[in-house]
């Protein structure tokens, strides 16, 4: 059982930066991969950046067209952490935004939400115009 908690969300004006942090309990945090999703409201919930698990040589990495160039994932294994790195938000970027874990032996980075085994509480990012 893997529990995460985010942090770093708040209000901020159009053109600035937060960083979200989630933070997993639990052992071989290094064997899940992670993402980061984000629901607007009245829209689906969307994959917003991706990390495959450690293990191979390098990790395979996803973000959603809306966000490359602006947006980076990482993690730090030692932390058990992963980090969303948001810079240039924009309005449309106001959401609540989700951690999401897979305990998975397969070096891909995830993108569907029903593939997540578990999920934080959420922390919300609003973006100012």
């Known amino acids: 059982q893997v529990q995460l908690v985010e942090s770093g969300g708040g209000l901020v004006q159009a053109g600035g930066s937060l960083r979200l942090s989630c933070t997993a309990s639990?052992?071989?945090?290094?064997?899940?991969?992670m993402g980061w999703f984000r629901q607007a409201p009245g829209k689906e919930r969307e994959s917003v950046g991706a990390i495959s698990r450690s293990g191979y040589n390098t990790h395979n990495i996803y973000y959603t067209e809306s966000v490359k160039g602006r947006f980076t994932i990482s993690r730090d294994n030692a932390k058990n952490t992963v980090s969303l790195q948001m810079n240039s938000l924009k309005p449309e970027d106001t959401a609540v935004y989700y951690c999401a874990a897979k305990l998975t032996g397969s070096p891909g980075a995830f993108t569907r939400a029903n593939e997540y085994d578990y999920w934080g509480q959420g922390t919300q990012v609003t973006v100012s115009s």
């Open positions: 639990g052992r071989a945090f290094s064997a899940y991969a």
